[in-house]
C-alpha cells in the first residue's frame, strides 16, 4: 500500500487512485453540454466532419507512413479508416484496413437482418480511397480458448468476448507481421457520433407530439424497422420493470442474470450484484433511458479499455487508438439535438449525412448491423473438450467455484446446441455466458497459481 501510494489512474472519465486509505476515485468529467442550435441539418453534418478530422488527426502522430485500422461495413470503423486515409492521402501516406470476415464458404442463410460478411462494404470503402490498403481476417476455426494464458499476463483482466478475441488477436497479429504501429478503431461511435437517436421518439412522446411521432414511426417502419423495436425505444422508459420483462418474454427473452452470467446465483445475492450494478448505470434488462446524454454516457464508461490498449502495445508493440471516444468530439455529439440522429425513417441519420462524402452510398444507406464473428461456433465446437477441462478445473477450484456457477456450466457443454448457434438464447448462453465465465475463471485460477 505504501510503495503504490499517490499512483493514478485515468479510466472512463474517472481518476483512480491508491493513496493510504486504499483505493479511491473521482470523477473529474460529468458532461451536461447545452443544446446545439444551428440553421441547417448541413451545418450539423459539416460541423461533425470537422471534429472527426481532427480527434483521427491528433491520433496519427507517430504512426508513420502506414497506420493500421480496423474497417467494418458499418459507419464507427469506415468513417474513420475513410477519414485516416483521406488525411495522409496528400503525404503518400497509406491506411491497412483490418476486416473481420467468416471462412470462405460459411453459410450465411438465416442470418438476413444482418450483415454476416462485412467484407464486400469494406472493401467498397477501400474501392473510392486509393491509399487504402484492404486486408480480410478468417481467423475460423481457431479455438476461443487458445489464448486466454496469454490474456491473463498481458491484460490483467478476464478478456470479455473470447470470440471476438480470436479475430482481435489474429488482426493484431497480421498488423505486428507487417511491421505497423498504431491501429485506429471505431469503438464508443455508437455513443458518439452515429448515436442511433431512438430517444427522440421517447422525446416526442412526453412532449406530447403525438403527430410527428406518428410520422416518425410511419418513416422508421418504410426503412424496413420493426414495430417491436419502435415501441421499445418509446415506451420503454417509463414501462414498469415487471411489464418490461413480462413482454420480453412474450418475444422470447430472458433477461435473467443467469441467461448472460456464469455467476453461481447464490453469490450474486450475497454480493448484492443486480443491485450494485444498477447503482452504477447498468441495466442488465436493456431498457432505454429517457435521459439520452446520460445514457451515452453511461455507454462510454461501461468498459475501461485501458488495460486492453496496455496489452496490445506490450504483447503486440502496437497502439490501439480510438478517435471516436475523443472528448471534445464526445461533447460535440452530446450537445447536437435528437432530431439531426433520427431523421427521415433514418437511424444514426447524422452520421449518414456528414460522411456520405468519403464512404460508399451503399454503406451509407445499409440498414442492417455487421454481424461479427458468424461462425463464431466452429471454433467453439472443435474446443468443446477443452471447454469440459476448463470447467471441470474452475469446480475444483474453491475460490473459483464459490463465485462461478460450474454446474450451468457443466449442463451447457452436456447440453450442447445441435444447431441454430446464432439463435439469441444460443448466443446469450454459450457465447457470453459459458466463454465469460470460462475466462473468469482461468483468471481466478492463475492468479491464484498455474497448478489451480
Request: charged share 25%.
Amino acid at each position: 500500500e505504501t510503495y503504490f501510494e499517490g499512483v493514478e489512474k485515468v479510466c472512463a472519465g474517472e481518476m483512480v487512485s491508491i493513496e493510504a486509505g486504499g483505493l479511491k476515485a473521482r470523477r473529474f468529467w460529468d458532461p451536461r453540454p447545452a443544446e446545439l442550435r444551428l440553421k441547417r441539418p448541413e451545418d450539423y453534418a459539416e460541423a461533425l466532419r470537422e471534429q472527426l478530422d481532427r480527434a483521427v488527426a491528433a491520433r496519427l502522430r507517430g504512426a508513420g507512413d502506414r497506420v493500421a485500422s480496423h474497417l467494418s461495413a458499418g459507419l464507427d470503423s469506415s468513417a474513420v479508416a475513410a477519414t485516416a486515409a483521406r488525411l495522409l492521402a496528400p503525404e503518400g501516406k497509406r491506411v491497412v484496413g483490418f476486416t473481420a470476415v467468416p471462412r470462405e464458404g460459411y453459410d450465411v442463410s438465416g442470418l438476413d437482418a444482418v450483415i454476416p460478411d462485412e467484407g464486400p462494404l469494406a472493401e467498397a470503402v477501400a474501392a473510392i480511397h486509393p491509399n487504402l490498403d484492404h486486408v480480410r481476417i478468417a481467423p475460423s476455426g481457431v479455438s476461443p480458448l487458445d489464448e486466454l494464458g496469454r490474456n491473463f499476463f498481458l491484460f490483467e483482466r478476464p478478456f470479455l468476448n473470447l470470440c471476438n478475441g480470436v479475430w482481435v488477436a489474429a488482426t493484431l497479429d497480421e498488423a505486428k507481421r507487417r511491421g505497423l504501429k498504431v491501429l485506429l478503431t471505431g469503438i464508443a461511435g455508437n455513443a458518439t457520433f452515429s448515436f442511433h437517436g431512438f430517444t427522440f421518439l421517447h422525446s416526442l412522446l412526453r412532449r406530447g407530439r403525438l403527430v410527428r411521432l406518428a410520422r416518425e414511426t410511419a418513416r422508421l417502419r418504410g426503412r424496413g424497422n420493426r414495430l417491436g423495436t419502435i415501441a421499445a425505444q418509446t415506451l420503454g422508459p417509463i414501462v414498469p420493470r415487471p411489464a418490461w420483462r413480462a413482454i420480453a418474454r412474450l418475444r422470447g427473452a430472458d433477461l435473467s442474470l443467469g441467461a448472460i452470467a456464469a455467476i453461481d446465483p447464490a453469490q450474486a445475492g450475497r454480493l448484492g450484484v443486480l443491485r450494485r450494478a444498477a447503482e452504477r448505470g447498468h441495466d442488465i434488462d436493456c431498457r432505454p433511458l429517457a435521459d439520452s446524454v446520460a445514457m451515452r454516457v453511461r455507454m462510454l464508461r461501461r468498459i475501461d479499455p485501458g488495460n486492453y490498449i496496455k496489452g496490445t502495445l506490450g504483447g503486440w508493440g502496437v497502439d490501439q487508438r480510438h478517435p471516436a471516444s475523443d472528448r471534445r468530439l464526445a461533447e460535440f455529439c452530446l450537445s447536437v439535438p435528437l432530431d439531426q440522429y433520427l431523421a427521415d425513417g433514418w437511424p444514426r441519420a447524422l452520421a449518414r449525412r456528414a460522411f456520405a462524402d468519403r464512404l460508399p452510398a451503399a454503406l451509407v444507406h445499409e440498414p442492417r448491423k455487421g454481424m461479427q464473428a458468424p461462425d463464431w461456433h466452429e471454433g467453439l465446437c472443435g474446443a468443446r473438450g477443452a471447454i469440459a477441462e476448463e470447467v471441470a478445473a474452475i469446480a475444483d477450484c474453491p475460490e473459483a467455484a464459490e463465485t462461478l456457477d460450474a454446474g450451468m456450466m457443466r449442463r451447457l457443454v452436456e447440453e450442447w446446441p445441435q444447431g441454430r448457434w446464432n439463435d439469441r438464447a444460443v448466443v446469450d448462453r454459450y457465447r457470453v455466458a459459458l466463454l465469460r465465465g470460462i475466462s473468469a475463471g482461468r483468471f481466478i485460477r492463475q492468479a491464484l497459481g498455474a497448478n489451480r
